[in-house]
């Protein structure tokens, strides 16, 4: 295959290199889309164009004809994190305070080679293939949403993406059916007491003391409230209140996030934290305000695409490289948007390497990848265009 050819390896190595140097927050991807877009228009046969401010669509028509051709997409992000970079690479961020630490960067680069190869091949492809360059994925509700209003997977068959993992070695692939991450509810509580004197408690009503009750109590939705076989995460990651150590406050403010893996244990879990917060703080005498941001939806890769994916995956990987994953994973993902137009795959490809010692997590501030691996997110991508629009 040409894509296997050293240059197109150094060009999407280039490419990533430059992305990271040069990162951009969600919704803000100026020069990102712009450096994408501008990419896109060298390379023949695509109809590139800005569906929203800073993502990026290119459409490849195929001139083969077929019965019954078929319309495939492919997305990558593009956004960066509110995260200062402490890796020592060379081409490390330019932007201090904002990082491409959950490699979209890569996703980009991977997704650019195969948009390079696949548009020289346009008399080989029945029907169509759409790139697609998403902006904001890390800001809720995601930057997906957007592009699903302005339409650019209507009359898709089929979506694919793929995932970076810092747990997963260069050279394999992890793929998984059905549900591939969670849905992403974030919740602030505000308990509503009443001030006073430390010294005369009996004349208060202590938001701290009740705040803690209903932090107790939230866990009890995890243990007791819903079945284990469909168990979500439930975290309380912030409890302020006052900041004078002989003043009993006003007000308690507590924050978390809920992790679910389906719409019952989601609605079910976000029932129960009202009730409980509702219960307590009425038993106290005190008010409660509970607001709810509600997130990304969960990924549920289709069966058939999921199918797809893996055989395009044996193909390129080599059966024994591709692992299957059994477990969900509890971060969100707003590939789920285009999921609710169009049946998915979204993927893990490996890009860890001992040599390196790139062993960080995901969102990490030394978060590293092994570059050699980026050619088979390529090969990926052209693969399944292969099996599906080049038959």
């Known amino acids: 295959m040409a894509i296997k050819q050293e240059s197109i390896k150094e060009e999407i190595i280039s490419w990533r290199r430059h992305i990271h140097e040069n990162p951009e927050l969600g919704f803000e991807e100026v020069e990102t889309s712009n450096f994408i877009y501008e990419l896109l228009e060298t390379f023949p046969n695509l109809e590139v164009s800005r569906p929203t401010k800073t993502s990026v669509l290119a459409v490849l028509k195929g001139k083969k004809v077929t019965e019954s051709p078929l319309s495939i997409a492919f997305r990558a992000d593009i956004d960066a994190l509110p995260i200062v970079e402490e890796t020592d690479v060379p081409f490390k961020s330019k932007n201090v305070g904002v990082m491409h630490a959950c490699g979209h960067d890569t996703h980009t680069a991977m997704l650019l080679g195969a948009a390079k190869e696949l548009s020289t091949r346009i008399e080989e492809i029945s029907g169509e293939i759409r790139f697609i360059f998403q902006h904001a994925e890390e800001v809720s509700p995601g930057g997906a949403l957007g592009l699903v209003e302005q339409r650019v997977v209507d009359g898709v068959d089929h979506i694919f993406a793929l995932h970076v993992d810092p747990y997963l070695k260069s050279g394999t692939i992890g793929m998984k059916d059905d549900v591939w991450c969670a849905a992403i509810d974030d919740f602030e509580i505000t308990i509503i007491g009443k001030g006073g004197h430390a010294a005369m408690p009996e004349k208060t009503i202590d938001p701290i003391v009740i705040g803690a009750e209903v932090v107790t109590n939230l866990q009890q939705i995890v243990a007791r409230k819903i079945s284990a076989l469909q168990v979500p995460v439930l975290s309380v ?155």
């Open 237 to 391: 990651v912030v409890f302020q209140s006052g900041n004078v150590l002989n003043v009993i406050p006003e007000t308690a403010y507590i924050g978390g996030t809920l992790r679910s893996l389906d719409h019952l244990s989601r609605n079910e879990a976000k029932k129960y934290v009202n009730q409980i917060v509702k219960g307590i703080t009425e038993a106290h005498g005190a008010s409660y305000k509970i607001n709810w941001m509600d997130g990304y939806d969960p990924v549920i890769n289709d069966k058939e695409t999921v199918a797809i994916s893996r055989n395009a995956a044996i193909e390129v990987f080599g059966k024994e490289y591709v692992i299957h994953q059994d477990k969900p994973m509890f971060g969100g993902e707003d590939f789920s948007a285009y999921l609710q137009k169009a049946p998915g795959s979204m993927q893990f490809i490996g890009i860890y390497n001992e040599k390196l010692g790139n062993d960080f997590p995901l969102h990490h501030p030394k978060f590293m990848v092994d570059e050699d691996a980026l050619q088979y997110g390529t090969e990926y991508f052209v693969k399944i265009a292969e099996n599906i629009c080049m038959k």
